[in-house]
């Protein structure tokens, strides 16, 4: 078998009139959790301005124990072959945040990106009505914890404000791979979200690039200043 002759458009075994009717069923039977997956970014904010970064850090392991579940082993899977594995991905995410609950946070957001990272929260938080703008109903909104993009996206805004040293590099790494998968994936099936997902990505990959260079000349930084 030739893998070289496989497009991405070959994984992806569904239309964008699936997808997003997929996303309508999730939320007619979520009822009446939207109303709490919305509010829980914005309980996560006040935990993060009063310091209860462990707090902050079992709500969104926990957020990505309910979207493996309810997400992907309970509806995507019947869309796409790969989806139980996507679902211990996220369950491996859920695990490893916990083990790191209690380990190297910053003691003050002295991040010379934090209001990009701040912004990067803020779009997390916001998605549910930016998916609605995008998608065009309110019954397509994706909601923290519900669906994995607000997920993801606030799981990166927190670690990229509040962790340091090698947890920060290893919870980065899912939540990033499925930014990629997503965005890729969007893309494929024409809808705007694609869009947004790759400025999130660029935004932070520039805030990386010209951070190592800043910081080159500047010996007493470390890399937990980007």
């Known amino acids: 078998m030739d893998w070289l002759t496989y497009s991405i458009e070959d994984f992806i075994p569904y239309t964008p009139e699936v997808y997003l009717r997929l996303l309508e069923r999730i939320n007619d ?3 009446p959790w939207q109303l ?12 993060i301005q009063k310091g209860r970064l462990s707090a902050a850090n079992f709500v969104l392991s926990l957020s990505w124990l309910v979207c493996a579940i309810t997400y992907f082993h309970t509806y995507f899977k019947e869309l796409n072959w790969a989806a139980t594995y996507i679902a211990g991905v996220f369950i491996i995410q859920a695990i490893l945040m916990n083990i790191t609950i209690g ?16 912004l990067v929260f803020y779009v ?3 998605w549910p009505a930016i ?16 669906h994995p993009d607000s997920t993801a996206i606030v799981t990166l805004g927190f670690i990229l404000l509040t962790r340091k040293g090698w947890p920060r590099l290893v919870l980065l790494s899912s939540p990033l791979l499925w930014c990629v998968v997503s965005s890729q994936t969007l893309s494929v099936l024409n809808l705007p979200q694609y869009y947004l997902l790759s400025m999130i990505l660029i935004l932070i990959l520039l805030c990386w690039v010209i951070g190592f260079f800043t910081r080159g000349g500047n010996r007493t930084s470390s890399p937990d200043d980007l």
């Open 29 to 31: 039977e979520s009822t």
């Open 36 to 47: 709490l997956a919305f509010c829980l970014p914005f309980f996560l904010i006040w935990l």
């Open 103 to 118: 380990l190297k946070y910053r003691d003050h957001f002295k991040s010379a990106n934090q209001r990009v990272y701040w």
């Open 124 to 126: 997390g938080t916001f």
């Open 131 to 146: 998916s609605v703008m995008l998608n065009g109903h309110w019954s397509q909104a994706e909601f923290f914890a519900l």
